[in-house]
């Protein structure tokens, strides 16, 4: 059974910078899509970063230049590196994993979502 964990969100003030990590268990990472989402209060989840097998990425118009996705194959993990964080960021960030298309919102394996808060 696929499970996904994700840590490093926290509280950062405006123009500051997180990384988040998920690490997958339970499956082979290197042949998953790796895709992070958010979901802000009252607003529905949204797609912000993916990364595949093949190392190709996809972000967001809204994370475009701000964010990177990458992934550690040795270490099950992939990584979203946030710069110049803004109030409209703050939201619960969740990993997902799947043989999917990047953009997809069907990946079939989620984390439990990690908070990002980002003050003015």
């Known amino acids: 059974q696929v499970q996904l964990v994700e840590s490093g969100g926290g509280l950062v003030q405006v123009g500051g910078s997180l990384r988040l990590s998920c690490v997958l268990s339970?499956?082979?990472?290197?042949?998953?899509?790796m895709g992070w989402f958010r979901q802000a209060p009252g607003k529905e989840r949204e797609f912000v970063a993916a990364?595949?097998?093949?190392?190709?990425?996809s972000y967001s118009d809204s994370v475009k230049g701000r964010f990177t996705i990458s992934r550690d194959n040795a270490k099950n993990t992939v990584y979203l590196q946030m710069n110049n964080l803004t109030p409209e960021d703050t939201a619960v960030h969740y990993c997902a994993a799947g043989m999917v298309n990047m953009k997809s919102y069907d990946y079939p394996y989620w984390g439990q979502g990690t908070q990002v808060t980002v003050s003015s």
């Open positions: 339970g499956r082979t990472f290197s042949m998953y899509t």
């Open positions: 990364i595949n097998w093949k190392f190709s990425t």
